[in-house]
């Protein structure tokens, strides 16, 4: 299913950084988007070639989608709708809490309604750019295409969106770009898509094509004669392991952010279930992007668990700047005089100023810190913030404009730190937002692993090394309602396969191996928290694979992890029983995953010696500090296959080629 | 500060469970509620006792995952979620209590974590719009009032929390079930089933056992997104409305 | 619930409406007590009319206490744990106290028929015409029958102070934040006016204003 194309010795003469972390595999290529027609009849081309599955014989098909976030709850709906037998898993205790919900801001679309220029072409060009030149073409006009369409079926679901006083929708332009494509409801933009798709899919649990399994958390994945067959579950609440076999398993997990520890994620969003599947053969793309964003609050102390995001809009008013000496910063803001205010984005970029794109903006905001200027509490020692102040916008328009503009941030500002910003400056700092990497899928969305399809932030496959605010909820519902069903059923023409009972070697042999985890854990009893090695591997991965990355820090990240990780499986105390409703429990087998996949995020990035997107390589930057892209070595996707316990991850190399788009250089002075 | 904590320990949903106290120091105001009682937690794997479970997965106030009854008050004593709730509202010194929502169509699943899936049986029976995918008209083929598209967006933050049956005397879920019904019943999309949504809701609603509403109002001021009372109005006149029609 | 509600609500305001002619003195009561008696003859028989009333009511009663005991029983059985700590919010002290205060209404409405309708129980005076048996019974020395009318008419008002809101809730007439204020005001007025107009009459007996 993966065809590969001639060596590219001559473009990697660079030697690697990772060398001696890694081995180098045979390159690899998306063999499904039709090739030798134009970019804008590829899907169709593709949608018509894809085999049908007759309808009397879908019944006969059973389907395990892992995850009900707007990817895997819109893909559930609408395979049942189509007559499929589907089993929807999720660790919540239901499908609406999935993390889909937190999305505040919008989703895109090219539905041109403001007659303001906008296209499906205009829209797959802003994606291909902000993504850094990262990404893979054809997958990303798809998207495109298909997101006019998201919008129809989500009002027709009764998504209450934004409307203008005719009845209409309403759109606002968001992240920077020229052209008013985002649809939104109010901040709650992805809790009223995802209860859209929740609905649909629970009106299917009611029709009987799609049952519904929430505290159930997928453990492992069953690959029987190379194709995935099943997985291995544990019922949250009885703690029983639990077979379940299917004919197509597609992974709608969601993103790794929580490897850092803190994060604007939920707690329990996990890689465990993709990382299980790369174990198992499907290979890791891209696992070194991940998104900061530079509007969240601070970390109040040590005792923080979580952030939370502040809607970038903040910046269009809102003025960034820090003490010019340290011996301010734990002054009131308000005693210091205007001449001792650094503004730094203004001052370093006068033409962009405190607009300049996510990943600069927080990357300035560490620098100003690690200065030892940073603002608020001090937490380990040193303060993490910096102040955006609206005291000129109150000015300029009045407290009542500003109100009404940002009175709902402001309110939750004040119910988290307990001041008043009408009053005193916000602190803000940046923090783990989005991944863009995740496991590598081609066209179809199908993985390495024949039968196993990945969906929405759980795949690497749209947004390059940097996403596009309000473009991860297009990506999950094109992919739930609209790619995934019309290319999984190319697949499932060929089924049912044969059918697999639960004596089957590979279906013990996974199973025996989630039971042997799970006592292992509980057997280790040594004397640390599992909480406390989540936190120790943020911290490493925030400090050598955050915002800034150098060879020199990477190399000594993956010390420490390895350190860390062996520690781990030796003195880590895990309480109580396997057969109860055990958070510990959960946590410890989620901990045990970042801690193998911190370690790939820093080989990918210690590969990976250029700048691109939110990927910061120290090494790879222009003479005043801006990313420098190195396309001659480095315009590839990195698609890691699992190098097996204690051997090295073995690097294939997915060339991207631009046929559509000219690759460019981003520079913002 | 320094805190008295009695928590609601229970193993599993068969078992008796019982108050315990524990004693906390040095909890800071800018800590969540949450992290306050993983504080307790880290502390009590410690000293080798279990965890106090409790649920939570967004933290930031959507998700609806958390709550838990605070000194009698579901989600405390702020109009908040439990996870958005700060140690500033406390004071040093205090004894909290802390317990799971009781509602017997919540059956307590450990300590404070109950099962919720009352509420997704309700929304199977009619808590939608029918329309396959693929099947939906342009979006700009049906304008929706402003008025109505704001009073359903109003409703539609509803976060399925559960607070309002906790708070409710009678043990009722009139509040959640109110919301979808008018969320729903506002739209034009909404209006094919809407005979039918409403008669089946409240049935099924009835079926899970939760209590009757006699409109006291406990509910609404519990509800951490402020859904107001006239959602129950609204639910009775649909179901009225659905009688006369002869469902 | 809503509808036998307020049929009592209809009828408290009409009966109000008559106790009030005490204060029109002795004649005009007792005609009032009669005329009831004789209301659509010869269409009806003699207290043919007051026994179409009372019908109604009874069946009311029955409906509204049956239904009343329903929604009790499965209150009781949603939340059989009690919490160990509870903390009321928002809602009206007349909200919460709807069941007892229900049942010391029919506890008070029996006593009451004993005493003005049967006559079983003659505090006073047994005489036939009902004001004397008011005035007689209302006097002074006999405080405690004085109190269970002030006690059953606190009950009635707190009754209908929450009945009257929520029968407007339950019939679906509150969609609007201004429609709930309305209904809101409504029951409260509703509930001094009646708990105020039937409080007169002992209340004047006791301190000789009528006599
Ligand atoms: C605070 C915040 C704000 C955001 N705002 C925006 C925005 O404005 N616009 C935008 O486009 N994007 C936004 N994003 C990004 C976007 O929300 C996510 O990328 C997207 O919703 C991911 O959807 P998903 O369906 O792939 O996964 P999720 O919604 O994360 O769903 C994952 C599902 O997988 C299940 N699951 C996970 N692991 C397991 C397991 N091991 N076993 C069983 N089930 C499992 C979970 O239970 C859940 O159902 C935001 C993200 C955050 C954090
Ligand atoms: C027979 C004795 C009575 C009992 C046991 C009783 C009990 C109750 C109860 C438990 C309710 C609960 C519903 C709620 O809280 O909203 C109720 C409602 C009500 N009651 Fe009574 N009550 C009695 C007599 C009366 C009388 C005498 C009146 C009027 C004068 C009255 C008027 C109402 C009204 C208007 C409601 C509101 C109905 C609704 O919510 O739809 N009740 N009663
Ligand atoms: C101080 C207040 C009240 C006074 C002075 C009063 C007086 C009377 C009198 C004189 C009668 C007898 C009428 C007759 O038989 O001709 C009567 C009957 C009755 N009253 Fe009252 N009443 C009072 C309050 C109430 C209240 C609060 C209620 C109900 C909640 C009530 C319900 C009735 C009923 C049901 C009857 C019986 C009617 C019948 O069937 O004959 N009364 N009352
Ligand atoms: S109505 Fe309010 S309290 Fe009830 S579930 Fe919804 S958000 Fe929670
Ligand atoms: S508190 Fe309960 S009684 Fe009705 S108004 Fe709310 S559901
Ligand atoms: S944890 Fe999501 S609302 Fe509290």
Known sequence: MTETTPPTEGTTAAASDAEGFFRLGEPIADTKAPRGVPIDQKWTTRKFEARLVNPANRRKLSVIMVGTGLAGGAAAATLGEAGYHVKAFCYQDSPRRAHSIAAQGGINAAKNYKEDGDSTFRLFYDTVKGGDYRARETNVYRLAEVSANIIDQCVAQGVPFAREYGGLLDNRSFGGVQVSRTFYARGQTGQQLLIGAYQAMERQVAAGTVEDFTRHEMLELVVVDGRARGIIARDLVTGEIQTHLADVVVLASGGYGNVFFLSTNAMGSNVTATWRAHRKGAYFGNPCYTQIHPTCIPVSGSHQSKLTLMSESLRNDGRIWVPKKKADCDKDPRDIPEEDRDYYLERIYPSFGNLVPRDIASRQAKNMCDEGRGVGPEVDGVRRGVYLDFSDAIGRLGRKAVENKYGNLFDMYQQITGENPYETPMRIYPAVHYTMGGLWVDYDLQSTIPGLFVTGEANFSDHGANRLGASALMQGLADGYFVLPNTIRDYLADGPFEKIDESHPAVVEARQSVENRVATFLNTKGTRSVDSYHRELGNIMWEYCGMERTAEGLRKAIELIRTLRDDFWRNVKVLGAADTLNQSLERAGRVADFLELGELMCIDALNRRESCGGHFRAESQTEDGEALRDDANFAYVAAWEWGGDGGQPVLHKEDLVYEAIEMKQRSYK | MRLTLKIWRQPNSAAAGELRTYQLDDVSEDTSFLEMLDMLNEQLTGTDEEPVAFDSDCREGICGTCGVMINGQAHGPEVTTTCQLHMRSFSDGDTITIEPWRADAFPVLRDLIVDRGAFDRIIQQGGYISVNTGSAPDAHATAVPKKNADRAFDVATCIGCGACVAACPNGSASLFLGAKITHLGELPQGQAERDTRVVNMVAQHDHEGFGGCTNIGECTAACPKEIPLDVISQLNKDLRTAMRHGL | ?211
């Open chain 3, 1 to 211: 619930m809503a509808v036998t509600g307020l049929i009592f609500v209809g009828y408290v305001l009409a009966h109000m409406y008559g106790n009030l002619k005490v204060f029109a003195g002795q004649d005009s009561f007792d005609e009032y007590a009669h005329h009831l008696r004789e209301f659509g003859e010869p269409i009806l028989p003699y207290e043919g009319f007051l026994w179409i009333a009372r019908v109604v009511l009874i069946l009311a009663v029955i409906g509204h206490a049956y239904s009343a005991f329903k929604l009790w029983h499965r209150a009781a059985v949603a939340r059989k744990e009690k919490y160990s700590a509870r903390r009321v919010a928002k809602s009206t002290l007349s909200s919460r106290t709807m069941r007892w205060g229900g049942v010391t209404l029919l506890a008070f409405i029996v006593f009451h028929i004993l005493h003005l309708t049967t006559r079983t129980i003659t505090p006073g005076s047994n005489s036939d015409s009902p004001y004397e048996r008011l005035v007689a019974g209302f006097q002074p020395e006999r405080w405690w029958l004085v109190l269970i009318y002030l006690v059953a008419l606190v009950a009635l008002g707190m009754h209908l102070r929450h009945g009257v809101w929520s029968a407007c809730q339950t019939l679906g007439f509150t969609n609007t934040a201004a429609s709930r204020r309305r209904a809101n005001l409504a029951g409260i007025s509703l509930a001094v006016i009646v708990a105020v107009g039937f409080a007169l009459v002992p209340i004047s007996v006791l301190f000789g204003i009528v006599d």
